[in-house]
C-alpha cells in the first residue's frame, strides 16, 4: 500500500480483514453490480463505523449507488482509521468528534442535508430526525431499514401514532440478525470489551445482566461460559422465567447491584442503573452499557452522588468515587461498552446482519411503489437465503426433505 498514510492504510487493512470474512456480503454486492436496482440512489448510513460498516458502505458503493454517507450512530463507536480508509475510497464520511447525544446530533443533520433516498440506522436517529426536525419533514425519503430492538421500538412509536412517513423494514426482526448478531455478537463482545479494558478475571465474578432480550442472553451465556455466576433481572415474567429455566438466578436489579462485582444492562430503555443501585454498588463494581443509548444508565445522579471528576484508572474506565462511601467504575464513561471500549461484533456474524441490510434494502426499492408507511418485516425469503448463503460460506451442509415428507406435510396442513 505505499503512498498511503498509515491511518488510511490501517484502515484499508482492518476493512479487507473484515471483508475476507463476510463473503456473503461480497457476494451480494457483486451480483447486484449487475443490475440497476442501486443505480443513482443516495444512501445514508448511521452504524457505529467499524471495519464491518466500511465494508457494507463498500458494498453499497459497488452494488451501484450513487453515493453513500456514513456517520456513526452513537459517540465514541467509530474507528479514526476506519473513518480515513472510506474517505480515501470516495464515500462521505461525517463525524465530528462529540461527546454526548445532543452534539452528536449535529452529525446526523450533517447526512441528512445530503438529501437521501434511502436510510440505514441504527437506534433510529436518522428517522427520529426526519419526523421532528422541521427542516428535514420534506425530504422525499423512499424508505429506511433499522437493525436495532431500540430503534424498532422507536419506530413502532410513530406508526401507532400514525405519524410514520415512510415505510421502515425490520431488520432486527430477521432471525439471521438477533439470533446471531444479538445473541452471540453481544455476548461476546460485550464480555471482550470488559477484559480488555480491565483485564478481570470473569471466572467465579458475580455478573449481574439486566435484561434478558436475545443480547442479554447471549452477554449470560458467554458469562458463564468464562466461569461467571451469572444473575438476571427483568421486568417481563417471561423472559425471567427463561432466565430461571436456563439455569441462572432470577432478581430485582437492586439486590443483584448490592453483590454483583460486574452489571451489565441490555435493556435499551433509561436509567436502568439509577439511585439506590449506584449506592449498592459501591464497592468498587464495573458498570458496563450494552444496551444503546447512554441514558441507559443514569449518569446525571451518579455524578451528584460522586460530584468531583471521575479518574480514567485505566483505558476506557472511569472511576467515580463517594468518598468513605466508596467508589464504582463505569466502562467508557456510560457510552455502549462493547463498542466503545471493543470492536463491536464479529465480521462472521455482520456478515449475515449487514447482507440482511443489502438485500433488504434492494426489496425495499423494488417493492417502493405498493409500500406505505408502515414497520414491515425483511421477507421471509431472503432471512432463509442469507442463512443458505452463509451456510454455503462456511461449507456446512443440510438435509432436504423427501418428496412423501412434503406431501405428508401438504396433506396435514
Known amino acids: 500500500m505505499a503512498g498511503l498514510s498509515s491511518s488510511v492504510e490501517a484502515g484499508q487493512l482492518l476493512t479487507e480483514w473484515a ?3 463476510m463473503p456473503v456480503l461480497t457476494a451480494s454486492a457483486q451480483a447486484f453490480a449487475k443490475t440497476d436496482t442501486f443505480s443513482g440512489l443516495r444512501c445514508a448510513i448511521a452504524v457505529h463505523i467499524t471495519s464491518e460498516t466500511a465494508a457494507l458502505a ?4 459497488a452494488a451501484g449507488t450513487a453515493s453513500v454517507v456514513v456517520c456513526s450512530s452513537n459517540p465514541r463507536t467509530a474507528n479514526a482509521a476506519v473513518m480515513a480508509s472510506l474517505e480515501h475510497d470516495g464515500i462521505e464520511v461525517v463525524n465530528r468528534e462529540s461527546i454526548g447525544i445532543e452534539e452528536h446530533a449535529q452529525n446526523f443533520r450533517s447526512v441528512l442535508r445530503t438529501r437521501p433516498d434511502v436510510i440505514i440506522d441504527d437506534g433510529a436517529e436518522l428517522i427520529r430526525l426526519l419526523h421532528v426536525d422541521e427542516q428535514f419533514r420534506q425530504l422525499d425519503i423512499i424508505g429506511a431499514l433499522e437493525e436495532t430492538t431500540s430503534g424498532v421500538r422507536r419506530i413502532c412509536a410513530l406508526s401507532e401514532e400514525g405519524t410514520l412517513r415512510f415505510p421502515v423494514v425490520n431488520i432486527n426482526g430477521a432471525a439471521t440478525k438477533h439470533l446471531f448478531d444479538n445473541r452471540y455478537g453481544t455476548g461476546q463482545s460485550a464480555l471482550d470489551s470488559i477484559m480488555r479494558s480491565t483485564n478481570t478475571l ?30 438476571v433481572s427483568e421486568i417481563d415474567p417471561i423472559a425471567a422465567l427463561e432466565a430461571h429455566l436456563d439455569g441462572h438466578a432470577v432478581l430485582p436489579a ?14 435499551g430503555s433509561r436509567n ?27 449518569m446525571a445522579g451518579l455524578q451528584e452522588l460522586c460530584p468531583n471528576e471521575p479518574a480514567v484508572v485505566r483505558r476506557n474506565v472511569y472511576r467515580y468515587d463517594a468518598g468513605s462511601s466508596g467508589h464504582v467504575l ?11 471500549a471493543a470492536e463491536g461484533n464479529p465480521a462472521a456474524l455482520m456478515d449475515m446482519s449487514f447482507s440482511d441490510q443489502l438485500r433488504g434494502l434492494a426489496w425495499l426499492i423494488e417493492n417502493r411503489d405498493r409500500l406505505g ?10 432471512d432463509v437465503s442469507v442463512a443458505r448463503d452463509k451456510l454455503s460460506a462456511l461449507s456446512v451442509r443440510i438435509d432436504t426433505q423427501h418428496e412423501d415428507q412434503v406431501e405428508f406435510d401438504r396433506s396435514h396442513a
Open 19 to 21: 471483508e475476507a470474512r
Open 58 to 61: 463498500r458494498a453499497l458503493a
Open 202 to 231: 470473569i471466572a467465579g465474578s458475580r455478573v449481574l445482566v439486566i435484561g434478558y432480550g436475545m443480547c442479554g442472553k447471549g452477554i449470560a451465556r458467554a458469562a458463564r461460559g468464562l466461569g461467571a455466576q451469572v444473575l
Open 254 to 267: 437492586l439486590d443483584g447491584c448490592a453483590v454483583a462485582d460486574i452489571v451489565i444492562t441490555a435493556t
Open 272 to 298: 436502568v442503573i439509577r439511585g439506590d443501585h449506584w449506592k449498592a454498588l459501591l464497592r468498587g463494581s464495573l458498570v458496563v452499557n450494552c444496551g444503546h443509548f447512554r441514558n441507559e444508565l443514569d
Open 330 to 340: 463505569v466502562l467508557s464513561d456510560g457510552d455502549i461498552g462493547n463498542l466503545a
Open 373 to 382: 408507511p408502515e414497520v414491515v418485516a425483511l421477507p421471509a425469503e431472503i
